[in-house]
């Protein structure tokens, strides 16, 4: 099915005819009718095929039926997941929209506010936007959706998988509903998230339209994986991107920290290639994108920021350095190459940290991928110099492992010295002029100039004359068996006489045992000191023996109740005796 079929406007053939198009792919013939018509679509095809043709070509035609743009406000809205997308749906629609006088511009996170604002009061036809801006934008009424007629959802089950639904469930909400809007959802594929969006938001019964559901990859691309050890991964890559057939390439880690070092050391080996992670600013993304569109740019080391929506022409090869923890991240990184009814090669290296993956990854594209092999004599030699030579995600997605035992990730070796993780022996530390003529400079006499006078020490110990081996010194011993007296001064010989202290001078333990507390006793610490002198008991000296206490029976008075108890008992006795 040719273009000029559908009743295009003419200005608009012209565009279609300068981008190299000439016949609609399968997504555009069944769902451009329905489209041009204004009826609500939920389209389901692969990445690739040629859906923002679709969309594009529709909202060209509805605003041309209307009209010029009299208000100046945005009449047309299509949300995007990433930047890049945004970027590639602008560039398609000044492509097509050439010959037309449609105005467009791409509202993202990453940039100033500035460029996007002053485009927006000049006034736009078509505005593409990523969830963020474009509500900080309405919220802060920069941007009006009152005259918007027709809504696309781009990528509709990225958005959702990247937490955006509640955004895209607001700007929803916020659209006019008092006047008629034409709804298009695009997806690779339809769940319940995209159903329920459809139902609150669209018109009933919309269209659906499937393009080989059942077929998740295009036949048109070469899927070939490799499997590699950690020490093997890097040449056999650097062996396949320097065959001939290898125009523009792709490059896929899982890890920003293993991209940029493949990048460092593709590029020490005369291979050129450019980083593209979250951390690189968008100006600098910009200008990645812009090189490899161009041709000066020929390979991109990149994560899964750039899997989906990033639309290069002749790409011809697809790189998994690492294989992706997801399975439907696979099918978005391949997707890069064979589009547009093209064809492609997806080549995966199956190491030991991801090779784990590999069988989710076939079952869901429900095909065995094909095995190839490489010998050792076709291996590439690495040129890179030594730093970048260390194994790049070696960890897994926890990172480098380190040897065992060593802190910075060396290991010693047999002659004793600590060498770094890439094999080379650490320098040895240097020492600075300072101490080297410290070291070196005999030491100045004393009193010459410039010279310390030597540290004053002690008398000097006698030095121990020591006998033969195991024999002892003779002086001072006595016949075997006997120990040797232990001499002592007068004074020690002496009593000891232990100095007159005071009463409060004294510690606890060595006070008399009088004075100690004795168990059950309360302590009388807040009294004062002369009641606490007449109650203390009296300080005995050690030597006085302590009275001994004799015990005395302790009479209870008799009381008029006993006297009674005794004269009753004597009766009863009287009487018992009488008997």
Known sequence: MKFDSLGLSPDVLKGIQDAGFEHCTPIQEQSLPDCLAGKDVIAQSQTGSGKTAVFLLSIFSRLLSDGPNASRKPRALVMVPTRELASQVVDDAEKLGKHIPFRSVAIYGGVEYDKQVGALKTGVDLVVA???????????????????????????????????????????????????????????????????????????????????PEQVTVNSIDQKIIYVSNEEKYPVLLTLLRRPDVERALIFTNMKSTAESLGRRLTANNVPARVLTGDVSQEKRSKIIDGMKSGNIRIVVATDVAARGLHIEDVSHVFNYDLPDDAANYVHRIGRTARAGKSGKAYSLACEDHVLNLPEIEKYIERKIENEWIEDSELAKDAAPEPERRREGRGGKYGERRPHGSRDGGRPSRDGKRRPHDGRPQPEKKEGPVAAEKRAAPEKAEGEKGGRPPRPRGPRRPERKEGAQGERPKEGLKPEGQRPERQRTEAQRSERQRPERHRSDISRTDRPRTERQRPGERRERHKPEEHRKETAAPVTAWSEEKPKTQHVERKEPATEHGKEKTGILKRIFKKLLKK
Do not use: W
């Not at 809007?181 to 995209?194: C, G, H, K, P, Y």
């Open 130 to 212: 990523t969830p963020g801006r474009m509500i900080d934008l309405y919220k802060s009424k920069t941007l009006s959706l009152d005259d918007m007629e027709i809504f696309v959802i781009d990528e509709a089950d990225r958005m959702f998988d990247m937490g955006f639904a509640p955004d895209i469930m607001y700007i929803a909400g916020k659209l006019p509903k008092n006047k008629p809007r034409q709804t298009m959802l695009f997806s690779a594929t339809i769940d319940s998230n995209v159903r329920r969006l459809a139902s609150r938001y669209m018109k009933p019964d919309p269209v659906m339209i499937e393009i080989e």
